[in-house]
């Protein structure tokens, strides 16, 4: 994903294929009316550019790319350098992208379960009024002779001997749980 964030990044940035854009629309304009300017089109799709190389320039023998590219070589020809200012495009042009939103839709649906196991050992860690049970802070002396007076008068004994209420909100797994869906959501803004 990082790698095809960086080829869109490059594409929008690379100051010569948007000249080189402009160019090709400008030629197409030309072309579609007839010299004259009249209705000018803003922009085109990127199968139009597909069939530059099929549709034929003014003496009709010529192809419009073949045209463009004799254009440009004769007006500004470091525009045709333009894969220079897109070194990663290539690399991740054979990535599909649709195949790339499904692994991150996986991705989400394997966070929530996360999510959910995060809560469920939440609650198991949580005494009767829903503080966490902290079972890694080291008590005091007083602390500990009133844990095991409370053991004594404790009818589940054991279980609640040495438990403390932690300071902590959540669960490491919560936290974990929570940061990774913070981190696709943001990749998801990012995307848009």
């Known amino acids: ?6 080829a869109s990044e490059e594409v929008r940035s690379s100051e010569r294929l948007r000249k080189l854009m402009a160019i090709i629309l400008t030629v197409g304009n030309q072309i579609n009316t007839g010299g004259e300017g009249n209705s000018q089109a803003a922009g085109f799709s990127l199968d139009a550019l597909l069939k530059l190389e099929e549709a034929k320039a003014f003496d009709k023998r010529t192809s419009v790319l073949f045209y463009l590219v004799k254009l440009i070589r004769d007006n500004d020809e470091g525009l ?23 692994d991150l839709k996986q991705l989400s649906k394997e966070l929530e379960e996360i999510q959910k196991t995060a809560d469920v050992e939440a609650d198991r860690l949580r005494d009767e009024n829903g503080k966490f049970i ?26 609640q001997f040495n438990l403390m209420e932690s300071e902590e909100e959540v669960t490491e797994m919560q936290f974990f749980a929570m940061n990774a869906k913070l ?8 995307r848009k």
């Open 183 to 190: 981190w696709t959501r943001a990749m998801r803004w990012r």
């Open 1 to 6: 994903i990082k790698r095809l964030s960086d």
């Open 134 to 159: 902290n079972y890694s802070r080291k008590k005091t002396l007083t602390e500990l002779q009133s844990q095991k007076t409370s053991v004594h008068k404790n009818e589940e004994g054991v279980e």
């Open 80 to 102: 045709l350098k333009f894969t220079e200012d897109i070194p990663t495009v290539p690399e991740v042009s054979g990535q599909m992208v649709d195949s790339l939103f499904g």
